[in-house]
Each structure stands twice: as structure tokens, then as C-alpha cells.
């Protein structure tokens, strides 16, 4: 009888914590790598924002402590998409979510601009202040989008374009939206890419010339960013249509001592947090950066105090866990027959990619700064909670292809 009643203590213990828990049949080294990312984010963060926080010990506090709620809510929607996304309730609920996100990326136009855009909400906490980024979340909607309307098509339609006028309207309003009138050109220019790696997905028929245009569109794309950041292309920064601050970030990539003490000083010091940390680092808390007007040391230029406190070794870190959570995405993406599965997981792998790539590209000077954040390490709510909603639904696909519930 004791036993017994100890059998079913433990079965009470386990429904208990069942409720937080991922799917038994979700992927364990995705989970691993998330949970070294949030843990390692969360002290990181602690350590960049002591240089922000000299003469001001209130902000390190609350910056902390807004990172632990946003990593808590976003371990739970984690969760819940893992266990309740369903494909058919997608494909019944899409409109609403095409509706919905673009309202969510109009309301940031009625707040005031933040470094030349206006993409975020404020919300009106006392005592401390939290914004919501909607362009953050409208990533992931595109990749539904895109999946309820494109993805395991069978039959033959009389036009075409029926199959493609939604996704790519409501991805194309996203990017103007984001791009034109938040001024925010790295989220516009992500979504943007999800979108196009996404539309190359499917394999209907009709749609594949179209597909083989966006193809090219990619290609034509990559080589005239290229051009335009060599020394060749250098003078054609000025005819580009973008604002101001924007053309300063080109240039400051492409020499960033051109203008030292303005454009290209946050770019100078991460520079020199990065030739500072050597393989080992400085040692954790130890740099010397973080504490000379380094304002992003805590956002998009985390990884170069990383590098400074950590070495490459901190880096290694971060990029094992990226490349193990993007290698099994593709894994299951390959393993998957269905066509909507397979967006999911492919934009969720390329939209953590694609953030790394702007990253590190631009706060090492190789391509121009974008203010895309590091996901997970970098501070940022919005930026987290899409990080883990997207993995939530990655998730759910894989457990239902381990379960036997999709094919």
C-alpha cells in the first residue's frame, strides 16, 4: 500500500508540472540549446548592462529583471505553441492573424521614434519602462501565413495567382509597413527574406515560375549588396533611397574611422572588444568597453562584450547553439513530407540565421548595422518571445511527426 501511495503521489507530482513542461516527443537538443541560451543571455546582460547602469543602479535591476519576465513569458508561450498549434486551426484562423499583425505594426506610427524608427509600443507600466516590437512577431506570422495558404496544395487552380496573391500581399504590406513608415530597415529586410525562403518552398506546379523569378530576384539581390558595400560601389551610398542615419551606417562599415566619434564609434568599440578577448577573454565581468559610452552593449553590440569577457570561447558558445537548433530544424524539415511543416521549420532555422548573420556581420564591420539583436543573448522582450514562439511552433511540428500525427 505504501508504494502505492507513493506511485501515486509522483504520478500527481509529474501531471503538476506537466502544464510547463515541453512534449515528451519535442526535439531534447533544441531544448538543451534553448535553455544554455537563456540562461547564458540572462547573465551576459547582467554583465553589459553594469557599464549603462554607472551612476544609474535602478536601470541594471530593471533591465534584468525585465529580461527574467520576458524569458519567463516566453518559456510559457514556448509551451503552449508546442502542445496546441494545430495546422487546421491555422488554416481557419489566418485571416484573423493577417488582420491582427497588421493592426499590431500600424499602432507603433502613433508613438515617437527610437532611433529613427518608429517600431515599438510603450506600454504604461509604472516605474518602469517596457515597449513591445510588433515587426518581431509579424516574422512568425509571415512563416504561418505563408504555410496555411502555400503549403500542401494538390489541386489545380484556373489562375495561378490565386495561390500566391495572399501570402504575398500580406508580406509585402508587412515589409512596407515596417520598412517605409516604422523606418526600420533590418526588421523589413528579415521579414523580407523570411518571406522569400519561404514562398521557395513549395512545390506546386503552378507556382514554380514564379518561384525560379524570386530565385533570381535573391541572386540579383546578394551581388548588388555586395557591389554596393566594395570600395567600387561606394559612391552609389548617396543615391540609395534611405534616410540619413542609414547611409552613415553604410559607410561606417565600410570604414568606420571616417567618422569616429559619431557613426562609427559604437562600431570602433566593439572593434576593440573583439582584438581585446583573445581565445579566454578578460574574464567575466571584466570589461573595460562596456563602461566608455557603449549605449548597445547590451543589445546589438552584446556579442562584442561577449567576446571581450569570454574570448571566442564565449562566442563558441553561442554559435554550437545556433547550429545545433538550425542543423535539427533542417533534419526534420528533410525528414517531413508535409509541405506546411517543412515552412515552419525552415523559416523558423532561417529567421534565427538571418539574425545571426546581421548581427555579427555588422558589429564585426562586415556588412552595415542593421539593429537586428542577437536572439536570446541580446536584451530585448519582443526579440525573445518570437525567438521562443517560433521554436514553440518548430516544436509542435516535430512532435507530431514523432507521434505519428503528421506525415
Not at 91 to 109: E, Y
Request: hydrophobic letters at 55%; aromatic letters at 12%; proline letters at 4%.
Amino acid at each position: 500500500m505504501l508504494e502505492l501511495h507513493r506511485g501515486l503521489n509522483l504520478m500527481r507530482r509529474k501531471r503538476m508540472f506537466n502544464p510547463i513542461r515541453m512534449p515528451y516527443s519535442s526535439d531534447k537538443v533544441i531544448n538543451f540549446c534553448i535553455t544554455v541560451l537563456v540562461f547564458f543571455g540572462l547573465i551576459m546582460i547582467t554583465s553589459a548592462s553594469m557599464g549603462i547602469a554607472v551612476g544609474d543602479n535602478p536601470y541594471l535591476i530593471k533591465t534584468v529583471i525585465k529580461q527574467i519576465i520576458f524569458s519567463i513569458g516566453g518559456y510559457i508561450a514556448m509551451v503552449f505553441m508546442a502542445k496546441q498549434f494545430k495546422f487546421h486551426i491555422l488554416k481557419r484562423d489566418v485571416m484573423l492573424l493577417i488582420i491582427v499583425t497588421g493592426i499590431l505594426l500600424l499602432v507603433p506610427l502613433a508613438f515617437d521614434a527610437v532611433s529613427g524608427a518608429k517600431a515599438w509600443i510603450r506600454l504604461p507600466f509604472p516605474g518602469i519602462e517596457v515597449t513591445i516590437q510588433p515587426s518581431e512577431f509579424a516574422k512568425i506570422s509571415i512563416i504561418c501565413i505563408i504555410a496555411a495558404y502555400m503549403g500542401d496544395l494538390t489541386s489545380y487552380f484556373d489562375r495561378p495567382t490565386d495561390i500566391v496573391k495572399v501570402p504575398i500581399t500580406a508580406s509585402l504590406f508587412y515589409v512596407f509597413l515596417v520598412i517605409v513608415l516604422q523606418g526600420d530597415f533590418g526588421s523589413g529586410a528579415v521579414m523580407f527574406a523570411i518571406a522569400a525562403i519561404c514562398f521557395l518552398i513549395p512545390k506546386h506546379p503552378q507556382i514554380k515560375k514564379y518561384q525560379v523569378i524570386l530565385f533570381g530576384f535573391i541572386l540579383l539581390g546578394i551581388v548588388s549588396v555586395l557591389f554596393v558595400l566594395s570600395p567600387v560601389g561606394e559612391g552609389l551610398v548617396e543615391l540609395l533611397p534611405l534616410q540619413r542615419f542609414q547611409k552613415n551606417r553604410i559607410l561606417s562599415s565600410i570604414n568606420p574611422f571616417v567618422d569616429r566619434y559619431d557613426t562609427g564609434y559604437q562600431l570602433i568599440n566593439g572593434l576593440i572588444s573583439f582584438a581585446s578577448g583573445g581565445f579566454w577573454g578578460v574574464g567575466f565581468g571584466n570589461s573595460v568597453r562596456k563602461y566608455t559610452n557603449f549605449p548597445a552593449a547590451n543589445t546589438d553590440f552584446i556579442l562584442a562584450i561577449v567576446v571581450e569577457e569570454l574570448g571566442f570561447f564565449g562566442f563558441l558558445i553561442i554559435f554550437g547553439c545556433y547550429f545545433f537548433i538550425i542543423i535539427r530544424l533542417f533534419k526534420y524539415a528533410f525528414l517531413i513530407k508535409s509541405e506546411k511543416g517543412q515552412i515552419v521549420l525552415v523559416g523558423t532555422a532561417m529567421y534565427i540565421l538571418i539574425h545571426f548573420v546581421l548581427n555579427v556581420g555588422g558589429v564585426t564591420g562586415l556588412i552595415p548595422l542593421t539593429g537586428v539583436p542577437l536572439l536570446m543573448i541580446s536584451a530585448g522582450g519582443s526579440s525573445t518571445m518570437s525567438m521562443m514562439m517560433a521554436i514553440g511552433l518548430s516544436q509542435a511540428v516535430i512532435s507530431q511527426y514523432n507521434t505519428g500525427l503528421l506525415k
